[in-house]
């Protein structure tokens, strides 16, 4: 193993050591109440009906059985990992560095807070490192490790599809260029999603219940209860008898066991099939009304951004501690019990870090900002990657926005790499007619041979 290739991975775990110590304070990796069933999805296994079956076994299976904190390693590895390989697409990176990269972020942003979070948020920011080195040149040993932990980033959720779109989309237009390995890699995670769904849902689809979370949207902003006010009553449409009851809260309407999506006893894939025939006749009846909603609600996502909504204890004692209770040995379910998280004071300790994350944010808006103001007269690779956050933003805000209640979570979750632009290192960018420029520093002999004169 050469030198290089040590300092390399010595960088790395160095790297990943940072963004862990959010979950080092805790005692224990950050949960969230989704946390229990994804993980169950693995240990069972089964397929839930509203996440795709990805994040769920993959935990599961590098936990081992035994801890939850090997499934946070390999997370805050894969960033460190995925920063160096981003790194590599754009300049050749220095173990130094790297680490004081990570340092900037893991002491003033959100990533290493997601990163110690098992959820597929913690993969958010990864999917889009990915996306962003079909901006520069990738080393071939990165092409393949790299391409795969970004498939399974995409994949991870819903969200990230619509993401990767944008993003897609973004350096196409960037670039004049079809980004084919970009392609291939949301490709893949398409692939996976339609064959996972075939054998656990036998449906061929991308999200067969997605329709649910699109009502349940469109029945919080009005729109789709005043449609069904207006073809109401109707037998044909199960909901016509809760329409009185429906609110303008989406999360009600998913989670609450009172809500009619539990309550009805209309079986799940004809509540979806009903579900998807609202969502079109409401879009229909009111197109510009759904598309104000829409826009409202993702500039509204765009600056929710604090981090904090995945840090209080609630309902983890309910939707985790006993799948941890039942599955892991009792080790773990001491050290989950003794979590400041668990505790209560795990926020007010991130709390404290807002205005600096805030701050950093603010740096990189207007030094991102100056890039793309600086590109108008020459454009250039750093411009590019700012642009293509940026846009990577509003994709996000759009497709969490539009299929969910607005948490701070899904955009906090990679609005720290808007100070990638800035701390990045680029290699010196070639401009045709080099040689003038050049010229001064040769000798008079290479001078006068690379002259016209000279080439007579």
């Not at 960018?429 to 040769?442: G, L, V």
């Amino acid at each position: 193993m050469g030198r290089g290739l040590i300092q390399s991975l010595l960088a790395i775990i160095a790297g990943a050591a940072l963004f862990a110590w959010p979950a080092l304070l805790n005692g224990y990796p950050i949960l969230f109440s989704d946390t229990g069933a994804i993980l169950e999805m693995g240990l069972l296994p089964s397929m839930g009906w509203d996440k795709p079956f990805v994040y769920g076994p993959l935990a599961a299976a590098l936990s081992l059985r035994r801890s939850l904190w090997l499934v946070a390693a390999a997370q805050v590895l894969a960033l460190s990992y995925a920063l160096w390989a981003a790194q590599s697409a754009f300049a050749i990176p220095s173990a130094r560095r790297h680490v004081t990269l990570c340092l900037i972020l893991a002491a003033g942003t959100s990533a290493p807070w997601f990163a110690s979070t098992l959820l597929p948020d913690a993969l958010t920011g990864i999917a889009v490192l990915g996306l962003l080195t079909v901006l520069g040149q990738l080393p071939r040993r990165h092409t393949l490790l790299l391409g795969i932990l970004t498939t399974i980033a995409i994949a991870s959720h819903l969200s990230h599809l619509i993401l990767a779109a944008g993003m897609i989309a973004a350096i196409a237009l960037c670039r004049f260029r079809v980004p084919w390995r970009a392609i291939a890699t949301i490709s893949a995670a398409l692939l996976y999603l339609l064959a996972s769904n075939v054998v656990g849902h036998g449906r061929f689809a991308v999200s067969p219940y997605g329709s649910v979370f699109a009502l349940a949207r469109l029945i919080a902003d009005g729109p789709a209860r005043d449609y069904l006010q207006r073809v109401c009553p109707d037998p044909a449409i199960a909901l016509c008898a809760w329409r009185d009851k429906l609110t303008d809260d989406s999360d009600q309407f998913l989670w609450d066991p009172a809500s009619p999506f539990w309550s009805d006893p209309l079986p799940l894939p004809e509540f979806a099939a009903q579900a998807g025939r609202l969502v079109a006749g409401t879009i229909l009846s009111e197109p510009w009304r759904v598309l104000r909603l829409a826009y409202r609600n993702a500039a509204h996502e765009l600056i929710h951004i604090d981090l904090g909504d995945t840090l209080g204890p609630d309902y983890l004692a309910e939707t985790v501690r006993p799948r941890i209770a039942r599955w892991y040995p009792g080790a773990e379910l001491s050290r989950f019990d003794a979590s400041r998280q668990i505790a209560g004071t795990l926020l007010p300790i991130a709390a404290k870090l807002l205005p600096l994350q805030r701050a950093l944010i603010l740096f990189g808006l207007v030094g991102s900002a100056a890039l793309l103001i600086s590109s108008l007269r020459r454009p250039n690779q750093r411009a590019d990657v700012a642009a293509v956050i940026l846009l990577a933003l509003a994709a996000n805000a759009i497709a969490t926005g539009s299929l969910s209640a607005i948490h701070d979570r899904y955009e906090a979750r990679l609005v720290w790499l808007i100070v990638i632009p800035i701390l990045f290192r680029f290699r010196p960018e070639t401009a045709p007619f080099r040689i003038a420029a050049t010229m001064p520093q040769m000798d008079r002999t290479s001078a006068k041979r690379l002259s016209p004169e000279g080439q007579r």
